[in-house]
């Protein structure tokens, strides 16, 4: 199932019990809302919460938003639930929390029975062992990389540069990119801190991923700076084409561009850069 031909630069949780946040979110920027009804709502509130997000999704507003309701887990007391009380309702995906394998999708599938999208929380040791099964899974989109359950389960410490997360985050990415599922970061706990945030976008960049999980508004601008092309990037994709077209016109196959050779594989990827910014600069609109 493709959901990939679109920008997913911020990707928001709202806590699916809170009106004001879930009518605060139809003026923000974002390329992507996540309607939460795990970890942002208290067991007290979750039955409730079904009724108050199943009206916001029918009230509508949300525009050009890709709007994904993550449940509760099936294996806790709320999570079919959920699933009955939203299944018709007015969004694009469903996220699944702590998925461990392909079978935990198709139980999802299963209960939907509507060929929704699927999108899966990778926050478990396991999860991320079968992490290319579950990709390859019909019926899923979407990967959102789940930091603070993946640390609690992997006894690491928080680190600046996330090292101890490294091989997860790569090995989500790896089975995103083998079967077309989109790749978004896990948050960013310190929602004051602009600084940090940017570090850990950038590093979400380079390590490949769309996009990042956000939990604060005040987190969306570093966000979307940050995964989307840059100025120079978008520059330099346009020298590039126009230096490859020029060289293959004389029947030659590779270009040097600032003293890098550029090949058809980059010209792919600048043709991808400049799709991005397009599509971004058309979401604005
Ligand atoms: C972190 C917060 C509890 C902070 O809330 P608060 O103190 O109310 O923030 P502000 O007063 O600064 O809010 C300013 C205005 O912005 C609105 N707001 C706040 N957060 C959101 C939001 N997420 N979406 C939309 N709007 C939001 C407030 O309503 C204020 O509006 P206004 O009154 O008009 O000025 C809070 O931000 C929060 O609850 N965030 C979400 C937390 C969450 O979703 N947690 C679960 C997801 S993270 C996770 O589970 C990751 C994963 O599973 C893992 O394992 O890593
Ligand atoms: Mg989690």
């Known amino acids: 199932m493709d959901m ?53 999704l029918g009230q509508g507003g949300y525009g050009n938003r890709v709007k994904i309701i993550r449940i509760n887990g099936l294996d806790t007391e709320w999570g079919a639930g959920d699933v009955e009380a939203l299944r018709d309702a007015d969004a694009d995906a469903f996220l699944l929390p702590k998925v461990n394998s392909a079978a935990d999708v198709q139980a999802l599938a299963d ?64 089975a995103a990119r083998s079967h077309n599922v989109v790749a978004i970061d896990g948050v960013y706990n310190q929602f004051k801190d602009d600084e940090g945030l940017k570090v850990e976008c950038d590093q979400g960049r380079d390590l490949g991923y769309d996009g990042k999980t956000l939990i604060h508004p005040a987190q969306v601008d570093v966000t979307n700076a940050a995964f989307a092309p840059s100025e120079a990037e978008i520059e330099l994709a346009k020298r590039q084409i126009a230096a490859f077209e020029e060289i293959e016109a004389a029947g030659q196959g590779v270009a040097v561009v600032d003293g890098k050779i550029v090949e058809n594989l980059h010209v792919e990827t600048a043709k991808k850069a400049l799709a991005k910014a397009a599509a971004i600069a058309e979401l604005a609109k």
């Open 4 to 56: 990939t031909a679109r920008p997913y630069r911020s990707v928001l949780y709202i806590p699916g019990s809170k009106d004001r946040a879930l009518e605060k979110a139809r003026s923000l920027p974002v390329d992507a809302i996540i309607f939460d009804l795990e970890d942002a709502v208290t067991p007290d509130a979750k039955v409730d919460a079904r009724a108050t997000l199943k009206a916001a």
């Open 111 to 174: 209960l939907l029975g509507n060929g929704k999208p699927i999108w899966a929380m990778m926050e478990t040791p396991l999860g991320i062992l079968n992490a290319l099964e579950i990709a390859a899974h019909p019926q899923l989109a979407g990967f959102v990389a789940g930091t603070n359950d993946l640390a609690k389960e992997l006894n690491c410490r928080f680190r600046a540069d996330r090292l101890p997360m490294q091989v997860a985050l790569q090995t989500i990415l790896l």
